[in-house]
């Protein structure tokens, strides 16, 4: 049989999966890969796949088999099928997670803070914290979009090593500089496209202001708040 493979792939990790199958070996029978065409995409969309070549060696390690002991076998039991439901969701969404930021071309990992019914926290770590995040959160926003779309049966908030907490304290102060200027004129005050839960945030600090409106408009991505005063 052939030990070596040309594959065209979405990624490396995807390539060596279907030279494996292809091949029928074991990961660590795979040598090297080699890139020879770069993927192409953007945001996940449009994508064309990249060429990968790939060696394998036919040398066969045996393999030592573990048997689990009776109080292993005890542990693995008293898992609930709710916590293996809770367990198997966590997998697949750090596996999208993970691909979709494959096909951006970062280098990344993903780790869930909170699961939560509907509700699940990611955190992003690793060399390209900051291309992720983008100017002022927008490539974040767009990857938390993209993901949303994705995955529809939960809501994802995505985070990277703290990132929201100062963007937070951000856009509180926004909201107040906002709302100061918007009771020096008659005029409304647009801000940027932001995502619900930034909007969010600017709703609650200007509503304290007794004289001042705030309402949404256009669709997202792309909606945005609205600061006047009363009529």
Known sequence: MENIIEIKASSREVAKNRAIKILEVAPDQIVQIIELEKPKSFFGFFAKDGLY????????????????????????????PKEEKKETREKEIISLAQELLLKMGLD????????????????????????????????????EYLLNTLIKDVRIDVDVE??????????????????EKAMKTTKPIRLNPMPPRERKIIHEVVNKYSELDTYSEGK???RYIVIRKKK
Do not use: H, W
């Not at 019914?117 to 927008?138: A, M, P, R, T």
């Not at 929201?164 to 709302?179: F, P, Y």
């Open 53 to 80: 070549k790939i060696e394998v060696s036919r040398d066969v390690k045996k393999e030592e088999v573990e048997i689990p002991n009776e109080k292993e076998e005890t542990i693995q039991a008293t898992t609930t």
């Open 108 to 143: 990344l990992q993903v780790e869930i803070l909170r699961l939560d019914g509907k509700n699940c926290v990611i955190n992003l770590f690793g060399e390209d914290n900051g291309i992720i995040i983008g100017k002022k959160g927008k490539t974040l926003n767009s990857y």
């Open 162 to 179: 703290g990132f929201k907490e100062k963007r937070n304290v951000t856009l509180r102060d926004l909201a107040r500089k906002m709302a």
């Open 220 to 222: 997202d991505p792309k």
